[in-house]
């Protein structure tokens, strides 16, 4: 079983910023799309943002022209720049990847990062 790791969630006032980091911790996988989704106490989870392997990015509503997603696939590593954040950004923020090795491709979850936005 994998696990992607995440790094970077934390306490911070509104307006400011964060930025996530998650790593696919092994080199034997081809790295697909790969996302990152959030949930709040008593919701659903949400898709945040998606890169697909050929760079192309999607965003939600609520984050769009805050938050940016990018990937460096030398480090095996997708970042969020969360910047302006604002208290209902307050959730668990968990990494999705989509991890082939031959012909078999499933799709992976990080064990969350906490990001509370509060004075």
């Known amino acids: 079983q994998v696990q992607l790791v995440e790094f970077g969630g934390g306490l911070v006032q509104p307006g400011g910023s964060l930025r996530l980091s998650c790593v696919v911790p092994?080199?034997?996988?081809?790295?697909?799309?790969m996302g990152w989704y959030r949930q709040a106490p008593g919701k659903q989870r949400e898709l945040v943002a998606s890169?697909?392997?050929?760079?192309?990015?999607t965003y939600s509503d609520s984050v769009k022209d805050r938050f940016t997603i990018s990937r460096d696939n030398g480090r095996r590593t997708v970042y969020l720049q969360m910047d302006n954040l604002k208290p209902e950004d307050t959730a668990v923020y968990y990494c999705?990847?989509?991890?082939?090795?031959?012909?078999?491709?499933?799709?992976?979850w990080g064990q969350g990062t906490q990001v509370t936005v509060s004075s």
């Open positions: 999705n990847a989509d991890l082939q090795w031959g012909k078999v491709t499933n799709n992976y």
């Open positions: 092994r080199s034997k996988f081809i790295i697909n799309d």
């Open positions: 890169v697909t392997v050929t760079n192309r990015k």
